[in-house]
């Protein structure tokens, strides 16, 4: 997400109001305690015990059987307060006073009254950053449908979503700092945990549908990709929590049940990292679907000059494999329709060149078959030099302007529906606009081409991923000391 004026502003004021809120109501707060029934103020002897300096007891008052002892900070520091009843000890607390005089009780960072002011603010600046993700992907994906920076906006929506969700209910319930820190760690990681079973049953589909892919297209690093993916996912997620269930309840060297050891909070905030991380590469990849997926069932708008054929291998006597046919038919398809709807006749651009094993032209073998489905010959402008999809946009880009003179035509593509989003992207990368639509194919192929585009957007946008992640690296660590300070404090 790149940076903007409008959310630096709403941060600074969130943060202004959220810090004038606290130190207005934060300089007192309530100590409550039960009380045998009938007890009465007369009964308690209320001491402060230690540190008297720091705090003041303003108010003493006995309802429902709970004492409630009202403090105010005076100094930065730590105070205890005892509560005997009939000459015997019955209560003891502490209260903590933190610059400039905010008070808070039971712990280091306890109960603080005015707390809940901090769930609140960050939930409305999560609001506006949602609305305006939402807002700045609406906006680009209408123009252009075909960039990484969507799969970003996306992605870090669906991964805000249960964050704010959980933010909300800490607002509603809110008590105590710590625990609002633990909230959002868990709130953070949440999203690893819900999905866990739908990436377990997806992982063994990858896995499967990897199997097939290598059988039918070879045992290449590309056509194993997806099964990696699921096997990090899966290993990170469920790893976590097994290792974590391991060391609960077996004696190890490390011991994650004295509150009051580091060792504790480390292995907290490695569970955390790692399960926030995995939650937000889980929500790009399901951001990066939902984007292919859109773009393989476009449709291009009606108003198209040209559309382009991508090519790919052709058979040794010069026809059509299926899937380039398949191609073929659905730019016939795609001119048929337009045809009926605005009456306006698209000119077809079969494109691509002669391998080392092929008899002719990728290219010229399309314009062939497109010539037994009895398209005329002036309406095939045949591209037959490129090698790749990005030489098929940039020869087939030439001959176009040739064509069609001055002004900008306006360009579709067809090719098998998984290449649909990364084809757009390499033809916006060279400035040419497009609309793309794709044809059928085996369903093996798409769960590989779903983890190539997430592998590309995390390498094309690697930079503002990096940001991301040392960000919640950062956060989750400090939330993690913080945590430890106060429960040793």
């Known amino acids: 997400m790149k940076k903007n004026p409008s959310l630096w502003l709403i941060e600074r004021i969130l943060l202004v109001i959220c810090a004038a809120f606290i130190m207005f109501f934060g300089r007192t707060g309530v100590m409550k305690t039960s009380v045998p029934a009938g007890t009465k103020l007369e009964d308690l002897d209320i001491r402060l015990v230690q540190s008297a300096e720091h705090v003041a007891i303003t108010d003493t008052v006995i309802e429902d059987n709970m004492l409630k002892i009202t403090l105010k900070a005076l100094s930065v520091g730590k105070a205890s307060i005892e509560v005997h009843y009939q000459r015997e000890y019955g209560y003891m607390n502490t209260a903590y006073v933190h610059f400039p005089n905010i008070l808070m009780i039971n712990t280091y960072l306890g109960q603080l009254r005015g707390g809940w002011i901090m769930p609140v603010s960050q939930s409305l600046f999560l609001a506006y950053v949602i609305y305006f993700l ?12 075909f960039d990484y920076d969507n799969i970003l906006n996306l992605g870090t929506i669906i991964f805000t979503v249960p964050i704010i969700i959980g933010q909300i209910w800490s607002a509603i319930g809110f008590s105590a700092l710590d625990s609002y820190l633990e909230d959002i760690m868990s709130d953070a ?61 077996n004696q190890t060297s490390i011991d994650v049940h004295n509150q009051g050891a580091a060792t504790m909070y480390i292995v907290m905030a490695l569970r955390n990292i790692i399960l926030t991380l995995i939650s937000y590469l889980e929500s790009i990849l399901l951001a990066t679907i939902i984007l292919a997926v859109k773009a393989a069932l476009g449709i291009p708008d009606f108003d198209r000059d040209y559309i382009m054929i ?11 494999t299926p899937l380039l046919k398949g191609r073929a038919d659905k730019a016939l398809q795609f001119a048929r329709m337009q045809k009926q709807a605005s009456g306006k006749d698209v000119i077809f651009v079969p494109s691509g060149g002669r391998g080392d094993d092929e008899i002719m032209a990728e290219g010229q073998a399309v314009g062939n078959y497109l010539l037994s489905q009895g398209i005329d010959a002036d309406h095939i402008i045949v591209e037959d030099r490129s090698v790749n999809t990005e030489e098929n946009f940039r020869y ?17 593509f067809s090719t098998t529906n998984y290449h649909v989003f990364r084809s757009g992207i390499l033809a916006y990368r060279q400035n040419v606009p497009v609309q793309g639509t794709g044809s059928p194919t085996r369903s093996y192929f798409w769960i590989n081409a779903f983890v190539r585009e997430f592998i590309a957007t995390l390498y094309y946008e690697r930079m503002t991923h990096l940001t991301i992640r040392l960000v919640i690296i950062i956060v989750m660590t400090v939330i993690s000391h913080l945590q430890y300070l106060s429960n040793v404090l």
């Open 189 to 249: 990681s949440s999203f690893s945990f819900v999905i866990l079973p739908v990436a377990l049953v997806s992982s063994v589909l990858v896995t499967l549908s990897n199997i097939q892919l290598m059988k039918k297209e070879g045992r290449r690093l590309t056509n194993m990709l997806g099964c990696a993916l699921g096997m990090v996912l899966i290993i990170g997620t469920v790893g976590v929590y097994l290792i974590d269930e391991y060391l609960m309840w």
């Open 396 to 412: 087939s880009r030439q001959l176009i302007r040739q064509h069609f003179g001055e002004g900008e035509p306006k360009i579709a």
């Open 310 to 320: 991508l090519g790919c291998q052709i058979r040794d006597d010069g026809s059509l």
């Open 134 to 145: 939402v807002r700045k992907y609406r906006e680009k994906t209408a123009v252009n449908l």
